[in-house]
């Protein structure tokens, strides 16, 4: 069963320190065409149709894990691109073994923090649609602060979709899940929509293991208006 994801609020500063751009040395098998991109600028907005070989729809997932679900929702795909950010090098290293085996030429991956990636490298309009599974629920009242989606991240996300676009998140934690539906709930530029079945058909291992326990997956989607 693979572990929560990796996605946590964060200040510039400890970005910079912790998170600079990737050279070509610390990219794992750059010369075998490796699906990590590395990151030249922290401050310039990122050309996603210069990383991609077609142009197609693009959707994104933040914080992919051990890249469980994106690995196999990619596959079902191949008429989208797909990015996928998470910020831990191993599980980045793992996902891209795992989709160059399975020849996933519409799938390109990031290390970075999610917050900051929103936030200061994405032009406006360039997702068809956004996937955030398990992210970090912070269950103690006094670091719920940190938690990823908030009101924050409901701007970001209705600058960085396109007009229709959707997110769709997931989680096991009834509270996050309330201020999940709360904050689009609250906002004029969302409304709420269905999560497809074939998209709540493709799981991650975290989850799998969790439902096995009898513990439901807790689903919420959004249009962009």
């Known amino acids: 069963m693979s572990s929560r994801s990796s996605i946590q609020l964060i200040e510039i500063q400890p970005f910079e320190r912790q998170m600079m751009p990737m050279s070509p040395e610390t990219t794992p098998n750059a010369s075998n065409h490796s699906l990590i991109q590395p990151l030249t600028s922290v401050t310039e907005l990122l050309d996603f149709d210069a990383m991609f070989e077609t142009r197609q729809p693009m959707e994104l997932e933040l914080g992919s894990g051990d890249g469980s679900f994106l690995v196999h929702y990619v596959s079902l795909n191949s008429g989208r691109n797909f990015l996928g950010v998470e910020r831990l090098l191993g599980r980045l290293r793992k ?13 390109r991956l990031l290390r970075i923090e999610a917050s900051y990636f929103l936030e200061f490298l994405v032009p406006p309009g360039c997702f068809d649609a956004i996937h955030v599974y398990f992210p970090d629920p912070w269950p103690k009242r006094k670091h719920r602060k940190n938690r990823l989606i908030n009101e924050r991240f409901v701007e970001l996300a209705h600058r960085v979709l396109k007009p229709g676009g959707r997110i769709f998140l997931r989680t096991d934690d009834q509270d996050y899940f309330a201020q999940m539906n709360a904050v689009f709930g609250a906002s004029r530029s969302f409304s709420s929509v269905e999560t497809p079945t074939e998209l709540a058909g493709v799981v991650t291992d975290f989850e799998q293991g969790f439902n096995a326990k009898g513990i ?10």
């Open 95 to 107: 996902i891209d073994r795992k989709a160059r085996r399975a020849g996933l030429a519409n799938l």
């Open 216 to 225: 439901p997956t807790l689903r919420a989607a959004f249009r962009q208006s």
